[in-house]
């Protein structure tokens, strides 16, 4: 039985510090999913396909990652891919109020499911989604929060 672990999230765009969590995980898991979710409901900044590319540029190299789109649930996309496992990074105690409660809402939702959290090194863990596209807005340069592979 492979060991299937899922990383949800929007990735607008994604920082080294995803980033870290994904390389970090790599050793525990056989295939890592990096799901990209969609949320009508959300204008995001950067389109699906910017964000899939970015990603599978960065991990072209690395036959354990995938890359998906979901829309709905993170724990019904985990049950049709198969994986038993979400992972989540944090990077200070709000991550963790936050990502706890989510963890034990989809451990109700499926028992079968565990989330990993992965805690993100000090020096990336003020590094977010929404402050970067903040920066990029206004026309600053974020080049050392992202991986190389983005060139904004």
Known sequence: MSRIAVFPGSFSPFTLGHKSVVDRSLPLFDKIIIAIGINSEKNEYFSIEEREKWIKDIYKDNPKIEVQFYEGLTVDFCEKAEAKYILRGLRDSHDFKYEKNIAQTNKNLNPKLETIFIITPAEM???SSTI??????????????LPKEIDL
């Open 132 to 145: 970067m596209r903040d920066i990029i807005k206004n026309g600053g340069d974020v080049s050392q929060f």
């Open 125 to 127: 863990s003020h590094i």
